[in-house]
T-cell receptor, first 113, second 112 residues
Framework: SQQGEEDPQALSIQEGENATMNCSYK?????LQWYRQNSGRGLVHLIL?????REKHSGRLRVTLDTSKKSSSLLITASRAADTASYFC?????????????FGEGTQLTVNP | NAGVTQTPKFRVLKTGQSMTLLCAQD?????MYWYRQDPGMGLRLIHY???????AKGEVPDGYNVSRLKKQNFLLGLESAAPSQTSVYFC???????????FGDGTRLSIL
């Protein structure tokens, strides 16, 4: 079963606007990661936030984590056409799981020029 | 700087045929993983390995076998391919303890 569930499934915005994607999960986590997948390519790691962190920034990306609500959000500011891709959250339960990640179904982001 | 390389990139099989997908990484990662990705779904873990000579089952292991004879290579085998195994297969690798995973570009497998 999928641990993470992303919302919305699809998002279409204009270049320069901000894009927000949400992820909910069900069990305790060690960390939560966001990945991007361009069409026909593999996933690329964007950002990792640990369970004891609440917010993290990387360039135009801002990730928040609320462990009490078991949710995370990814904000992309000043979006560009090149940001068009699918975005996935993935949770790492830690422990003896061998760093196994459980992925959500993804949000398809389209940024129109 | 190749990262994670998957071969082949595309393959068409007939039901009942066998094949092996190869994953190679040059980052000295301990952990390696095989996932499948189906339309409208996220990635699902098939098998993974936490070191040379070790393998473990993931979420959807049935119909697949794996081997990790060398640290840099992780092989995924289909002994008797079924149409339900039509998918895009991704290999990934990482350092231990919750580090980000690095992915290959996938193998697109169709089984007729």
């Amino acid at each position: 079963s999928q641990q993470g569930e992303e919302d919305p499934q699809a998002l279409s915005i204009q270049e320069g606007e901000n894009a927000t994607m949400n992820c909910s999960y069900k069990t305790s986590i060690n960390n939560l990661q966001w990945y991007r997948q361009n069409s026909g390519r593999g996933l690329v790691h964007l950002i990792l936030i640990r369970s004891n962190e609440r917010e993290k920034h990387s360039g135009r990306l801002r990730v928040t984590l609320d462990t009490s609500k078991k949710s995370s959000s990814l904000l992309i500011t000043a979006s560009r056409a090149a940001d068009t891709a699918s975005y996935f959250c993935a949770t790492d339960a830690g422990g003896t799981s061998g760093s196994r990640l459980t992925f959500g179904e993804g949000t398809q982001l389209t940024v129109n020029p | 700087n190749a990262g994670v390389t998957q071969t082949p990139k595309f393959r068409v099989l007939k039901t009942g045929q066998s094949m092996t997908l190869l994953c190679a990484q040059d980052m000295n990662h301990e952990y390696m993983y095989w996932y499948r990705q189906d339309p409208g779904m996220g990635l699902r873990l098939i098998h993974y390995s936490v070191g040379e000579g070790t393998t473990a089952k993931g979420e959807v292991p049935d119909g697949y076998n794996v081997s990790r004879l060398k640290k840099q290579n992780f092989l995924l085998g289909l002994e008797s391919a079924a149409p339900s195994q039509t998918s895009v297969y991704f290999c990934a690798s990482s350092f231990p303890r919750g580090q980000p995973q690095h992915f290959g570009d996938g193998t697109r497998l169709s089984i007729l």
